[in-house]
Nanobody
Framework: QVQLVESGGGLVQSGGSLRLSCAASGSIFRINGMGWYRQASGKQRELVAAFTRSGSTNYADSVKGRFTISGDSAKNTVYLQMNSLKPEDTAVYYC?????????????????WGQGTLVTVSS
């Protein structure tokens, strides 16, 4: 079994910074595509930033220049550095992996989600 566990959410004032972490656990061989989504109250879940399967990065237009995604493949961990936070960034942030390949059965886990971490930006 595999699991994504997020940490680092909290309350921050507008203009402040937070760093989210997401660690994948299990008998992991490789993770294909990993990143962050968010869902604000009453809105649909949206992509924030992600590594694609080819290793390139995608960012939502609303966070370009403010958020940076990074990763440590040895630790199966991805980070999201969020700077210049705005009240509209308030949401539950979810870690997501397109596909996790494991060394034990069933060997492949598609579309894995973390439990989410709440980020609240006050004005």
């Amino acid at each position: 079994q595999v699991q994504l566990v997020e940490s680092g959410g909290g309350l921050v004032q507008s203009g402040g910074s937070l760093r989210l972490s997401c660690a994948a656990s299990g008998s992991i061989f490789r993770i294909n595509g990993m990143g962050w989504y968010r869902q604000a109250s009453g809105k649909q879940r949206e992509l924030v930033a992600a590594f694609t399967r080819s290793g390139s990065t995608n960012y939502a237009d609303s966070v370009k220049g403010r958020f940076t995604i990074s990763g440590d493949s040895a630790k199966n961990t991805v980070y999201l550095q969020m700077n210049s936070l705005k009240p509209e960034d308030t949401a539950v942030y979810y870690c997501h992996a397109d596909e996790i390949i494991t060394m034990t059965m069933p060997f492949k886990y598609p579309e894995v989600w973390g439990q989410g971490t709440l980020v609240t930006v006050s004005s």
